[in-house]
């Protein structure tokens, strides 16, 4: 891994992000999310190859745009179409919208892990199913965790959620681990943008 991977993997923001978990046994976290979901009756294939395609996809265009810009542009209006088809899939689409019933909280992002806020405490050391939609840019991510530490909550909008939860994502897939990579380099990208702006206009 390149030494820009490793600092976008360690940029860490704070975002508004639509949340749910649920604990998981030891038997449940042994048997993987694909067994999970299918056990439960959501494993759909087709979603899972089209987000696994988005996030690849979305790698390429990347490279590109630092060596064929008109490419890379080419490539963007490509994935742009591809997002549009995997938001139509119904599992999909239900499960952002499930998402989205409950109000949006702040939490501190990175491609690593979460910290969020909770209604309950949780114990260091358990593991969580969790699952949460990036307001900015309507990112889906699921992923098996594990709290490593509890922590002062980010969210002080005045929600019942007194207690603040460390995580670290385990047995990411690839794919997903990407999309928040790249969600993380773009915000990167404009935090730097703005300070740029800020600093041309105090010496202008």
């Known amino acids: 891994m390149t030494n820009e991977?490793?600092?976008?993997?360690?940029?860490?923001?704070?975002?508004s992000v639509y949340l749910k978990y649920d604990v998981l046994s030891d038997e449940e976290f042994q048997e993987g999310m694909g067994r999970r979901n299918l056990r439960l009756g959501l494993n759909d294939g087709?979603?899972?190859?089209?987000?696994?395609?988005?996030?690849?996809?979305?790698?390429?265009?990347?490279?590109?745009?630092?060596?064929?810009?008109?490419?890379?542009?080419?490539?963007?209006?490509?994935?742009?179409?591809?997002?549009?088809?995997?938001?139509?899939?119904?599992?999909?689409?239900?499960?952002?919208?499930?998402?989205?019933?409950s109000p949006p909280q702040t939490c501190d992002v990175s491609a690593d892990g979460l910290v969020f806020s909770s209604p309950r405490p949780l114990s260091v050391g358990e593991k969580l199913h969790l699952q949460f939609l990036l307001s900015q840019d309507n990112r889906y991510v699921e992923t098996f965790c594990q709290v490593v530490r509890l922590v002062?909550?980010?969210?002080t909008t005045g929600q019942d959620l007194p207690?603040?939860?460390?995580?670290?994502?385990?047995?990411?897939?690839?794919?997903?681990?990407?999309?928040?990579i790249q969600h993380m380099f773009s915000r990167e990208s404009e935090t730097l943008r703005m300070r740029r702006l800020e600093l041309d206009s105090v010496e202008n």
């Open 46 to 101: 087709a979603q899972a190859m089209l987000v696994d395609i988005e996030a690849r996809l979305g790698e390429a265009m990347y490279l590109l745009q630092g060596d064929y810009g008109k490419v890379g542009r080419c490539m963007t209006l490509l994935n742009d179409k591809l997002n549009i088809v995997i938001d139509q899939l119904p599992a999909l689409r239900e499960t952002k919208a499930s998402l989205a019933k």
């Open 152 to 155: 002062d909550p980010p969210d």
């Open 163 to 180: 207690y603040g939860i460390a995580v670290e994502f385990l047995n990411m897939t690839s794919s997903q681990r990407e999309i928040l």
């Open 5 to 15: 991977q490793n600092n976008r993997r360690s940029f860490r923001v704070s975002e």
